[in-house]
């Protein structure tokens, strides 16, 4: 059979980008090389962080606020509930660039937000009990996405709507015709031919597309939840996920969600790069006491007994913007991520951006020229 779309990697992008191919009228074809869900990605672990005043990038904002309303159309047609508000927090040294971007975000975007001294967010937020130098950022409409739940609506939704999705099929290479005339892909079970293909395979994307490998740097990262001393403190009515640049580097974190603790990480944990599949899966005194140090400084009433220790993969860029455009050699086939530890939030407007990307002319109505290839950190 031959497709209109064959999607590459069906994690968190690739699952949104199948539904919304599939959603319009094109035959698609989704490949995972894993299970769905699984967690050998950046996509497992529960879930994952969405906020609005972006720090990295103001010109995320305006995708963000897309990203909302698809996560909201994909729990309507589905009837599963994926986006959590329990407003978020960006804090850090008041001059510093995480606090100070956030800010500028917020009012470059007329979004709804607070300005609180550590004083004034610890009496909100009792748990938190950040230094007194920390300047927060509070906006109200942050919150998590139920991440392997999500992968799961869009994988169903895009089944409902005729798409063919295989996991644990393994792509083995890819061709494209000459002229942008379609493209034949090879897995461990077969070969298929499509007009287009869209290649959203996370860390695996440098072996898939080796043009680019060497802007690609998968990395280690590990996750904790710990159980809190205080739980009362750490629900979602009264534990905002937070963002948070200390003295030991950029932490990230969440309420208690389905595991029985209180969930966060670090940024860049441990600085382990090497290729995807030699990421380091098991867990480490080390790793364990990286991040407990962190919990018993700031967030006290959380630091009890750990109910879990997972670990994923960032897959870093450069700049860590994301990757978001059609191949350079290849004008029928689409690079979407990896997205530098911060692009689940994005899947469901990514979905269908990529998808614009794959269809028609290739023209999108969104403005992604920061994450197109052509831009200076990735020349």
């Given amino acids: 059979m031959t497709y209109d779309a064959i999607v590459v990697g069906i994690g968190g992008m690739g699952s949104s980008i199948a539904w919304h191919l599939a959603s319009r009228g094109q035959r698609v074809l989704g490949l995972e090389r894993f299970d769905i869900p699984h967690i050998m990605g950046s996509s497992h672990g529960v879930n994952r962080i969405i906020r609005l005043p972006y720090y990295e990038n103001s010109k995320y904002v305006p995708l963000l606020r897309r ?142 597309a080796p043009a680019l490998k060497k802007q690609l740097a998968p990395e280690r990262q590990v996750l904790a939840w710990l159980q809190p ?10 534990f905002p996920v937070f963002n948070l640049d200390v003295e030991e580097g950029r932490y990230y974190g ?60 960032f897959t870093n860029t450069p700049d860590e913007h994301f990757i978001l455009d059609r191949h350079p050699e290849h004008s029928q086939v689409v690079l979407v991520s990896p997205c530098s530890g911060h692009g689940f939030k994005f899947c469901s407007v990514i979905g269908e951006i990529a998808a614009d990307l794959a269809s028609g002319d290739g023209t999108t109505k969104y403005d992604i020229d920061f994450l197109r290839l052509g831009r200076a950190a990735l020349a």
């Fill in 67 to 208: 990203a909302y309303a698809l996560w909201r159309d994909i729990e309507a047609r589905t009837g599963d509930t994926l986006l959590t508000v329990t407003g978020s927090i960006d804090a850090g040294p008041e001059k510093g660039a995480l606090f100070q971007g956030a800010l500028a975000s917020a009012l470059e975007h007329g979004l709804a937000h607070e300005v609180l001294t550590s004083r004034e967010l610890s009496v909100r937020f009792p748990a938190y009990r950040l230094p007194t130098e920390t300047h927060a950022v509070y906006q109200p409409d942050g919150g998590f996405i139920a991440s392997e739940r999500a992968i799961v609506a869009y994988v169903g939704a895009a089944q409902s709507a005729g798409a063919d999705i295989h996991a644990r099929e393994a792509v083995l290479g890819w061709e494209a015709r000459p002229g942008g005339e379609g493209v034949i892909v090879t897995t461990d079970r077969g070969r298929y031919e499509a007009a287009r293909l869209v290649l959203s395979a996370g860390a695996w994307m440098g072996e898939l």
């Fill in 229 to 238: 001393l205080e739980p009362a403190l750490f629900q979602p009515d009264v």
């Fill in 254 to 313: 969440f309420p208690i969600f389905q595991v029985p603790g209180f969930k966060f990480g670090r940024y860049h944990h441990r600085g382990e790069v090497s290729a995807a599949d030699d990421v380091r899966r098991d867990v480490d005194a080390e790793d364990e006491r990286l991040l407990r140090d962190f919990a018993a400084r700031y967030f006290p009433a959380g630091n009890g007994p750990v109910m879990a220790l997972r670990t994923c993969i």
